[in-house]
């Protein structure tokens, strides 16, 4: 089993920033890909960003690129996500996924989930 845990969420004014972070334990050595989703109030859960394993490649949602960054630290088993420029439109629950191929951006492809932190972005 792989257990993701997020952190980092919280609020802020538009235009700020937040680092959010992914924990991952368990049996991380199966694990290739990484990702982070949102769902905000009222919406389906949405692709934001993705990243292999080496981190070479890094997919990202449009409305996100230029001001989001996804990264990993494979030595600790921690994913992230530096959110800047923060619009009250990224307000939302954050979730990492992981799975052992390579990344997508389809939630049905990932086969474990963290439980979310919350990102709420006042205008």
């Known amino acids: 089993q792989v257990q993701l845990v997020e952190s980092g969420g919280g609020a802020v004014q538009a235009g700020g920033s937040l680092r959010l972070s992914c924990a991952a334990s368990?049996?991380?050595?199966?694990?290739?890909?990484k990702a982070w989703f949102r769902q905000a109030p009222g919406k389906e859960r949405e692709f934001v960003a993705s990243?292999?394993?080496?981190?070479?490649?890094?997919y990202y949602k449009d409305s996100v690129k230029g001001r989001f960054t996804i990264s990993r630290d494979n030595a600790k088993n921690i994913v992230y996500l530096q959110m800047n420029s923060l619009l009250p439109e990224d307000t939302a629950v954050y979730y990492c996924?992981?799975?052992?191929?390579?990344?997508?951006?389809?939630?049905?492809?990932?086969?474990?989930w963290g439980q979310g932190t919350t990102v709420t972005v006042s205008s």
């Open positions: 996924a992981a799975r052992s191929a390579g990344p997508s951006r389809y939630g049905y492809d990932y086969d474990h």
């Open positions: 368990g049996r991380t050595s199966s694990m290739s890909s």
């Open positions: 990243i292999s394993w080496s981190g070479a490649n890094t």
